[in-house]
């Protein structure tokens, strides 16, 4: 696949899963937003939120590319983008991320097949209750 339609699948995948989840999800129309999809929680709450997935390994962690901008890469704006959701396809695991928990990291790798990983984002794994807050 090509990276645009593995974006949009990843999307689509965190749509599914947040429905499970009693959220709500809106995307804009176009490609032109730094928010993929805006996520209401019950009480009405709104999540900017940027969907970003891989299922390519690195050595031995996966990286997910937190940027923006069709040239250079810039990264996620925590003003225009309150969270960062994170796909790793091959063990189809979530990671619910705060945008100022990245601290601007363009490149956040994730260790979802080591379960003991101290790893900095692994605390935010299947973090779905980030959007009851």
């Not at 593995?6 to 499970?20: C, H, M, N, P, V």
């Not at 209401?40 to 969907?51: D, E, I, R, S, W």
Request: a positive charge.
């Amino acid at each position: 696949m090509n990276n645009k339609r593995d974006g949009t699948t990843y999307e689509y995948q965190f749509i599914a899963r947040a429905l499970k989840h009693s959220l709500d999800v809106f995307m804009p129309i176009g490609d032109h937003l730094p928010q993929d999809c805006i996520v209401m929680n019950g009480a009405g709450k709104l999540f900017k939120t940027q969907v970003k997935g891989t299922s390519a390994k690195g050595h031995h962690k996966y990286k997910v590319m937190a940027t923006t901008g069709s040239g250079a890469k810039l990264p996620i704006d925590c003003h225009k983008v309150d969270v960062l959701v994170a796909y790793i396809e091959p063990y189809d695991v979530f990671y619910i991320v705060p945008c100022l928990a990245l601290e601007g990291s363009l490149a956040p790798g994730f260790y979802p097949h080591n379960e003991k990983s101290t790893g900095r984002y692994e605390q935010y794994k299947e973090g779905w209750d980030f959007f009851k807050s």
